[in-house]
């Protein structure tokens, strides 16, 4: 091994540079390429402001499209309402897999330019297609736009930040998203009170589209230089990189170099089941999505059937994404002083009592509580497992291990569509709750067991 390859990180104030390089999509011949936040802020703000846009994409459904299946297209039995999440989940999950490879190969600006150009017929489809297959048809386009661009945003923050302040970049990246999806719930649910279902709460869709893709096309710049810079100064003492598989080691680590050229199927297989932090935030971040697809599918119906108006359900609707997004300010900035694993474990379990509270209310006020004590529970958990990731893959191929951990975290709403729609519709509707309700508080109990802390400063 190479002295070059072992010398440590700077500081963590500090912005590592390297030798100055052209950067594809818009850098500047000649100009070093410099890690951290503050040494990046505009092109992390740009990138901030696109993952809005891209949560906002995601928000327009919401509070609409469990109405509409129910109103609209007479979808009585719960599993085949809830097929438009199957669709979105399954075929984002895929994508994001995919995403952190294509990133990797042909860089990152060019697959979120793909991800917008995907999402352009999606809120014509939504507004005006005839029958369910349509909808369907166009949560599949969903997933691949939500799969191509919030997984590349999550990497190319990742690639700018650098080392020292990725839980607080995670932490932004989500809480843009987020707030864009309580916002826009918001809004559509308010414009279907007022002018109804269709077309109108799309139009909000249509516009988010036009601008993700103007700003990707003419002022988002590549960042997989950054990457490699970073992977160049990467250290490899003990607690930097990730277990062998199947290997029994006293301590959770081993030198990082040795897998800086790792192939795909080895990367999959370590996110999965060989690293102990790495397929604990795996399984903890499906089980967090399986919670959001009850959310997305389930209690907008729930409400209804209690005889809440639209407007309440809207505000339901939008308080938990807004309470996780607003929360992730906080909490990922948390996670770079405590570590990640405590934040993890306590937010699933407040997701579990959350989930609980939801199933034995039946006023707006009980539910308004329980949807603040999920979003709370979500924040904690959401931006801390992307850092998990984050700090525990090599630089070289930390794009595809984010798109491995995506893989599984988003497969939740395919699981979440299934599950819930089977048991509401053989047990009832609060079943469903109580049963998701226990998988997370298992989940938490894994995360506590299984996983050890990633956080270098821990």
Do not use: C
């Amino acid at each position: 091994m190479s002295v070059q390859a072992q010398r440590p990180l700077p500081p963590p104030g500090a912005t590592p540079s390297a030798a100055p390089r052209t950067t594809p999509g818009g850098g500047s011949p000649g100009r070093p390429i410099r890690l951290g936040l503050r040494a990046n802020l505009a092109q992390f703000s740009l990138l901030v402001a696109v993952n809005a846009l891209v949560g906002g994409m995601l928000g327009q459904e919401r509070t609409v499209l469990p109405l509409l299946a129910e109103r609209v297209f007479h979808m009585s039995a719960y599993t085949g309402a809830l097929t438009y999440i199957l669709a979105f989940g399954a075929t984002k999950a895929v994508t994001n897999f995919f995403a952190g490879t294509l990133s990797d190969r042909y860089g990152r600006r060019p697959v979120l330019i793909a991800g917008w150009l995907v999402a352009l017929p999606i809120p014509a489809m939504l507004a005006w297609g005839p029958t369910w297959g349509w909808i369907v048809a166009a949560n599949v386009l969903l997933g691949v736009n939500q799969g191509l661009t919030w997984s590349t945003t999550v990497i190319m923050k990742i690639d700018l930040v650098g080392p020292a302040r990725r839980g607080l970049a995670m932490g932004l990246n989500e809480a843009a998203g987020y707030l864009a999806v309580a916002v826009t719930a918001t809004a559509t649910g308010a414009v279907a009170a007022h002018w109804g279902l269709r077309p109108q709460p799309f139009l909000l869709g249509a516009a988010y589209v036009a601008l993700g893709l103007g700003l990707a096309v003419a002022a988002v710049r590549e960042t997989r230089e950054h990457a490699r810079a970073e992977a160049a100064a990467h250290p490899s003492p003990p607690g930097t990189g990730t277990e062998q598989e199947g290997a029994a080691t006293a301590g959770p680590h081993t030198p990082a170099d040795d897998r800086a050229a790792l192939g795909t199927a080895r990367i999959a297989r370590t996110t999965s089941l060989g690293d102990r932090a790495l397929s604990s935030a795996s399984w903890a971040g499906m089980v967090n999505n399986l919670n959001d697809a009850l959310a997305w599918g389930i209690f907008p119906l729930l409400y209804a059937a209690h005889g809440l108006e639209l407007g309440r359900i809207g505000i339901l609707a939008a308080l938990y994404p807004a309470v996780w997004g607003a929360g992730q300010m906080l909490t990922g900035w948390w996670s770079d002083r405590i570590g990640r694993k405590h934040l993890i474990t306590a937010g699933m379990l407040l997701q579990a009592f959350a989930l609980a509270l939801v199933a034995v209310g039946t006023s707006f006020p009980v539910w308004a509580a329980a949807q603040t004590l999920l979003g709370a529970g979500t924040a904690l958990v959401y931006p801390t497992l992307l850092a998990v990731i984050g700090d525990v893959a090599h630089p070289a191929w930390r794009a595809r291990a984010v798109g491995v951990y995506r893989l599984w975290r988003d497969g939740g709403f395919a699981v979440g569509a299934l599950m819930a729609g089977i048991l509401a519709d053989a047990y009832g509707v609060t079943t469903a709750i109580w049963a998701v309700a226990a998988l997370t508080a298992l989940a938490g109990i894994t995360v506590a067991v299984r996983m050890y802390e990633t956080h270098p400063r821990t």
